[in-house]
């Protein structure tokens, strides 16, 4: 019996400590929460569209040079990490900067955008309301690290309009628009 009530409890203290975002508290004002509000609604966005996608058209490109719809979903996963960086948080070990053109089935794909939500996510939990106003440099240009997170926010908002045009060009009909 003791054996028992030491597995749930040893089960339940894992499970609790495994929440990546213990010992964070979720902001419910300020700016971190709104940043944190705008990327659920346009993660949100790009998950249900890439789970609608057929995987056989994951390869398709609206023309010879142009990302694929593979590559775009990566890219976006990519610039989750890759903006980040500029604050000093590094991606994850496995991260791989050629990830545009290795990863390229559905599953992965979709697997890669959450994981990289995840991250952007973690970061923003991380970042103190203080921290937001530290001075960084971003693309040759001074500004702060809240500015970067809201580049972050519009690359994810850019891209989605980019997958939706693809996505439509397909026969695709986002689904949050399907019932329109």
Known sequence: MKRFVLSILILTFSVFFADSSFGQETPSSGFRAEFLKQLDAVSEKIVELAEAVPAEKYSWRPSEGVRSISEVYVHIAAG??????????????????????NITEKAQVIAAIKKSVEHLRQAALKTSDADLEKSVELFGQNTTYRDVFFTATMHLHEHLGQSIAYARMNGVVPPWSASN
Do not use: C, S, T, V
């Open 80 to 101: 989750n990490y890759f903006l980040m960086k500029f604050m000093g948080i590094q991606p994850p070990a496995d991260f791989n900067r050629d990830m545009e053109k």
